[in-house]
């Protein structure tokens, strides 16, 4: 192991950070993780850095375990693990008394010691896609602990102390896609608590004390085959409020809607007035049933090439095959981005978006922009970095580059203003282009870069509360079908959140720049339904690479989301 072997072949990176007694290191990629297969393990040195507090290893298959002498790095507040092969994790982990942020996803871990609960300073764990069968107990130690990814394992249930009043500071929990048969009725000791997401579980009821968190903003609970059909409706299309008010009155036929019964059954003697209100209690469930339908349904209309001549064509040329091959687009209409907070809303999920199914946009990128200040037909290119020129977000024109420099001394002042605990959202893809001599980019027909990924969108179509056509692009170095999925995930968000704005009937906003949204036509506004357009992507000499939507794209198990082809 090459733990055993601290003087031979020393890697530049580690031999740079003892040089610089740098306090952050990333190894991250293809080139670390040949190191790691050819050396057999990370190398010895590393767990000599003693200053570290930041130190990130992702993306190395080949990275399987963890030395013990990890417990050296004792100045550490921020690990990142992920997106590895670990299969377990040391037990001297325990040791690291500084340790504010852990992160272990995307790995093959099925256990976790019972010593990470001796980190009295974690603030964020997040062990999300692994193949862990339990959580140690002793979670309540962490009584600093705000936030808990653990989604996408084989969890059949959350250990008992995860709902003690200790965990103050809990703020959001995320168990998504596992077995958990059982929500504690205990949920309501955690004072902090507002994202609670069980979605896709193996629950069959939701506790009454659940609305009795008093902070509790965003709850996820689809996917559940809930002994409550009414409420199983409820949580696959309603509001987080209407959700916990329906659990505070008890569910049906209980709460207040016992109290009224009891109150009828008073005055209701006689066997005919009985039979009546029982006819008419079971009236009134099925159009309350009926209503909740209505309520939770979602349309998302699939608009083909054929039967839209103005179609938009996005022509890829060969240089991107080395660089960034992949890119999905397509059109989106009647996303109603005028009312309230939707625009805000818009922005917020794509963002979640990004660090959850794009992994930080290490795996893919969304871009989004107004169709009409789009000039087509649109070239996905390569360009060097020194000619490839945009108007990026809130800035002026500059160089590719000029513009890489500049982010990176950002980000760099960022993490200094920060105490070096965290590498900023902006480093972290920022390395994705390290050692390209072309940038992808998308063009439009005046020769002007609208797209910069996975860096940047332009100024120049970017997306106001005015815009009623949206232009969507995802791009990937990884492969098509994650462009795909990605792209789905995004139109069916997009749906969900134009369905909370209709339902919610804000105000009108406008843009500061423009007073254009007054030209909207007004019946846009009466409802929810999106239009999805085809957009085709070609090569240089016309031939057809990609199309979406097409026949099997959009095919999701989202029970109020109708499509229709």
């Not at 990128?365 to 390569?382: E, F, R, V």
Request: with cysteine.
């Amino acid at each position: 192991m090459a733990e055993e072997n601290s003087s031979l072949n020393i890697w530049p990176e580690i031999e740079k950070a003892e040089k610089e007694n740098r306090r952050e290191l990333v190894l991250q990629g293809s080139a670390v993780d040949k190191k790691i297969q050819s050396s057999g393990g990370l190398h010895a040195r590393l767990y000599s850095l003693s200053p570290l507090n930041y130190l990130e290893i992702s993306q190395c298959p080949s990275l399987q375990e963890i030395h013990e002498n990890i417990r050296h790095l004792s100045h550490l507040q921020s690990l990142i693990l992920c997106r590895n092969k670990l299969t377990s994790v040391p037990k001297s982990i325990g040791e690291l008394k500084a340790i504010k942020v852990l992160d272990l996803s995307v790995n093959q871990l099925q256990a976790l010691p019972e010593e990470i609960c001796a980190l009295s300073e974690l603030n964020t764990l997040n062990v999300s896609c692994n193949s862990i069968a339990a959580l140690p107990d002793g979670l309540s130690k962490c009584v600093k602990l705000a936030s808990i990814n653990v989604s996408k394992n084989a969890l059949s249930r959350l250990p008992d102390d995860l709902w003690c009043s200790s965990l103050e500071l809990l703020s959001s929990i995320i168990a998504s896609e596992n077995a958990i048969e059982e929500l504690s009725s205990e949920v309501h000791n955690l004072p902090a608590l507002k994202v609670l997401d069980l979605s896709n579980n193996k629950l069959q009821e939701l506790p009454s004390e659940l609305a009795d968190c008093p902070k509790l903003k965003e709850t996820n609970f689809k996917g559940n085959k809930l002994k409550d059909k009414r409420l199983e409706k409820m949580v696959n299309g309603c509001q987080t409020k209407s959700v916990l008010d329906y659990l505070r009155a008890g569910g049906r036929g209980k709460g207040k809607g016992k109290q009224q019964d009891g109150e009828v059954s008073e005055k209701l003697d006689g066997g005919r007035n009985i039979s009546k209100k029982k006819s008419g209690a079971k009236q009134k469930g099925k159009q309350e049933a009926e209503e909740v339908d209505e309520l939770n349904r979602m349309v998302v209309r699939v608009l083909h090439v054929s039967k839209a001549p103005t179609a938009v064509t996005v022509k890829v040329s060969a240089g991107v095959k080395d660089v960034r091959p992949y890119i999905v687009c397509c059109i989106v209409k009647g996303m109603n981005l005028r009312q309230g907070n939707a625009l805000k809303r818009f922005l917020v999920a794509q963002t979640k978006l990004h660090d959850e199914i794009c992994a930080k946009r290490t795996t893919a990128t969304i871009a989004t922009h107004d169709l009409g200040l789009l000039k087509a037909p649109l070239l996905y290119d390569a360009r060097p970095p020194d000619t490839l020129k945009i108007v990026p977000l809130g800035r002026k024109e500059m160089k590719a580059a000029e513009l890489l420099k500049m982010l990176q001394e950002e980000a760099d002042e960022q993490r200094k203003q920060k105490k070096r605990q965290n590498v900023s959202g902006l480093h972290k893809y920022l390395q994705l282009l390290d050692g390209k001599d072309l940038y992808p980019c998308l063009v439009d027909t005046e020769d002007h870069v609208v797209s910069f990924p996975p860096i940047t969108n332009s100024e120049r179509t970017k997306i106001k509360k005015s815009t009623q056509e949206l232009f969507l692009e995802v791009t990937s170095s990884t492969g098509l079908q994650i462009c795909k999925d990605v792209m789905d995930a995004l139109i069916i968000k997009m749906a969900e959140l134009n369905k909370l704005t209709f339902d919610a009937k804000e105000d009108v906003g406008s843009d500061e720049e423009t007073d254009v949204i007054s030209d909207r036509p007004a019946e846009d506004l009466a409802s929810p339904e999106l239009t999805v357009l085809q957009v085709k992507v070609v090569d240089v000499d016309g031939n057809l690479k990609v199309v979406y939507p097409s026949k099997t794209d959009l095919m999701s198990d989202v029970s109020n989301l109708t499509v229709i082809r």
